[in-house]
């Protein structure tokens, strides 16, 4: 039986769907408005790991992650690049895509766009108003009335009278309590706006999701996820918003991906180290470099705060590739997971006990050390099953432990030189193999003497 730990109730929490056999799922996504970052893509890998998970335990999936395309930041860039809005953010999904393409994301079953649901968060806002929740003010803004709403806070644990004006929230004449936070915008000069009973405007940015994952999913949701920081206050509005309108729960789970800090600081545009996914990458092998990372962002447990350093990057990396090795020197063979295995069962509860992939990972080392001992090509077939279960360990092992040089001249000069060197030692003319290795090796290829003759890798 699958675990959750809930942040709203904060336990873990055995999961049970609302429809018997199926999921709904939602997760906050990206304003694209700029390359997302590395912690970015920690939650976005995250989810995807749990999309993966829930799939392969024969769940019915519909995972929605909506794309932010209008706000106050993409209207900034915008005029800052002196482009339309349009362009700029068709160019940013675009290269959105790309990158979580080389982070092996599997495309959400729905991608929605804000500009596409101005409806939908129309009507809730509505609702919200005919039942007491909302007002409209006399700046052409809607608010919500938090305190209106009785559950404010279950979510972050805040308290209302807690939350002091000045400190965490904006004081704004024009609301009845510094705490509401706004609806609907009015329109200002040369930015986009919508027609609406309250006058020309655009929405605010909690209510977003509150109405695309009521569209897209109904009124009561099994899990929604984001990161940590969204907890409060974008997650806590959407409770107020959803279950404000509709009267009803609005998430079953909640789920909340942790920091991921750089170098053990917590990223800061002040201390210049927020680095995008896309710099990153551009630093790593083109081959490796996309697993390595996905590899790395999973490898700590979700609720649990990671470290990124260069070295802690590359440890990862390492760690990846034994588990490659083990593949490209054991052929797997085509298997289907066989549950009741004592390495499979272990890798399911872990999985089962909150997505607890460090001791998943666990799992696959210890499976990949029993391949290396019994050269078993039905065991080296599991670890790749059970890696792929997590979008892991899905490339040719031979292509991916090489690296970017495999191929073409290079691949053909690297075996030659290879051949070369085991001429050498059967003349005995160990200098020139000795000569051999060590140009490789200055080059950024270690060769590997085995039983089975010699490989290579990537340093």
Known sequence: MLKIHNSLSRKKEEFVPIEPGKVRMYVCGLTVYDYFHIGNARTLTVFDMVYRWLRSEGF?????????????????????????????TARMVAAMHEDTDRLLLLRPSSEPRATGHIDDMLSMIGRLVERGKAYPADNGDVYYAVREFPGYGKLSGKAIDDLRAGER????????????????????????????????????????????SHAELGETIDIHGGGWDLQFPHHENEIAQSEGASGRPF?????HAAFLNM???????????????????????????????????????????INYTWDTLQDARNSLLALYTALRDVTPADVAIDWSNPFAARFRDAMNDDFNTPNAFAVLHELRGEVNRTRSHELSGLLRALGGTLGLLSQDPRAFVHGAVAGGDDAARIEAAIQARIDAKKARNFAEADRIRDELKAQGIVLEDGAGGTTWRRA
């Open 263 to 305: 170098d053990n600081e917590k990223m800061s545009k002040s201390l210049g180290n927020v680095f995008t996914t896309r710099e990153i990458l551009a630093k790593l092998d083109a081959v490796q470099g996309g697993e390595v990372v996905r590899f790395f962002l999973l490898r700590g447990h979700y609720r649990s705060e």
């Open 251 to 255: 998430v079953n789970y909640w789920m």
């Open 169 to 212: 929230v904006a004081v704004d004449s024009h609301k009845r309590d510094p705490l509401d936070f706004v609806l609907w915008k009015a329109a200002k000069p040369h930015e986009p706006h919508w027609h609406s009973h309250y006058g020309e405007g655009r929405p605010g940015w909690h209510i977003e999701c509150s109405a695309m």
């Open 60 to 88: 019915d999936v519909k995972y929605v992650r909506n794309i932010t395309d209008v706000d106050d930041k993409i209207i900034d860039r915008a005029n800052k690049n002196n482009e339309p809005i349009e362009s700029l």
